[in-house]
């Protein structure tokens, strides 16, 4: 018999995020979050998501034991601004039981049919700048604190539950070395005098503040096209600055400007922090947060977050100034291995930016629709 309840207290939430935990406690792939810095995401009173959602944590229980989670959200900015009718959940995860998914699941279709909504679509998060997808290819990969870890029985569960594959992703690799400067130095150079641009070297992060909402408006800007797209709003941008900025090192934020200080173009690199967020076990105190800092000194492979140019400078070339700055910055670091965050198969324009660095795709992940009642 399969019981689920509304995670609601404070311990019922930390129950929520602390079940993958032991989920997940023999895999060497899955990567844990830090449980206070999840814990904050999901405090309504925290987090300004929740300003233009509405989420409903759900624990699933059999023989008095948690063995499956779900989050059930609307993102009313996505319904009403963009009339996408859709029922989004995230943070599912269960055991290998198809009563326990389905269970679960039935209490997303409650809250979508209760509110007409016309279909749901998972796992995703809160926005754009959440992780999504559950993962289909590349489960002997270490996973990513922006991505999420899962078993490969939960695709069949998708399927069992009548859900059809609605996007695609891909994530790949290459290393540094794949880099030659020659595809881009001279590119740069040419579009540099064209238009009249130029780079932002910043050392410091409180020169980066002034540029984050202008990067935001960009974000905003850029992906408004995609199909994922959820614009981010005012009051997210500042949680969102509080939040990241000031822990990302500042040589690894790029900035484009044109000659009116007009940002154009942007991209935010990362340590790699994977193992480090292993060894921490979920735990940012007393020893977790040393260990993110030695990451964030030493290590030798980065991530690719996020780039962004304005959509009338793209297909311009202007990602070689990008390239070139962080070519230099990371020669200078002795960088090993490039990273990308799972990125849409049909942005065929991303795709293209990477081509020359001979990328290889090492993980696959999809978002699963099903239609309501």
Not at 106 to 116: L, P, Q, R, T
Not at 198 to 203: F, I, K, M, R, Y
Not at 233 to 256: C, G, N, R, W
Not at 340 to 364: C, G, Q, S, Y
Request: glycine share 4%.
């Amino acid at each position: 018999m399969i019981k689920i309840k509304k995670a609601e207290s404070k311990k019922e939430i930390k129950q929520f995020v602390k079940f993958p935990f032991t989920l997940y406690k023999d895999s060497k792939y899955w990567v844990p979050p830090i449980i206070s810095q999840e814990l904050e995401t999901f405090n309504k009173k925290k987090n300004p998501i929740f300003n233009d959602a509405e989420v409903t944590f759900f624990l699933a229980y059999k023989n008095d034991e948690i063995v499956g989670r779900v989050a059930a959200i609307i993102n009313w900015i996505e319904i009403k601004n963009q009339d996408h009718k859709k029922m989004r959940f995230g943070w599912f995860d269960f055991i290998d039981d198809l009563e326990v998914s389905k269970a679960l699941l039935n209490e997303v279709y409650k809250i979508g049919n209760a509110h007409n909504l016309l279909y749901t679509e998972g796992p995703v998060g809160f926005s754009n700048l959440d992780k999504v997808g559950v993962l289909t290819e590349g489960f002997d990969h270490i996973s990513s604190m922006v991505s999420w870890y899962n078993h490969s029985y939960y695709i069949k569960h998708y399927e069992a539950n009548g859900f059809k594959i609605e996007k695609e992703y891909s994530e790949s690799k290459f290393p540094f070395e794949n880099v030659k400067p020659e595809f881009f130095k001279k590119a740069e150079k040419l579009i540099r005098k064209r238009y009249q641009l130029n780079t932002l070297n910043l050392t410091k992060t409180e020169e980066v503040i002034p540029y984050v909402d202008r990067m935001f408006d960009l974000f905003n800007t850029t992906y408004a096209s995609l199909s994922s797209f959820v614009q981010i709003t005012d009051i997210q941008k500042a949680y969102f600055k509080k939040k990241f900025i000031s822990f990302i090192d500042p040589e690894y934020i790029k900035f484009v400007v044109d000659k009116a200080d007009n940002l154009v173009a942007f991209a935010i690199v990362m340590p790699r922090f994977a193992k480090a967020l292993q060894k921490m076990n979920g735990k940012l105190f007393p020893l977790g947060f040393t260990k993110l800092l030695d990451a964030k000194k030493n290590n030798k492979d980065v991530v690719f977050y996020l780039i962004g140019v304005h959509p009338d400078y793209q297909n311009k070339g202007v990602h070689a100034l990008i390239f070139n700055e962080y070519y230099e910055t990371f020669k200078r670091k002795n960088i090993v291995h490039c990273y990308r965050t799972p990125e849409l198969e049909d942005n065929e324009a991303i795709h293209k930016i990477w081509k020359h660095f001979d990328p290889k795709v090492f993980k696959r992940r999809k978002t699963y629709k099903k239609m309501l009642l």
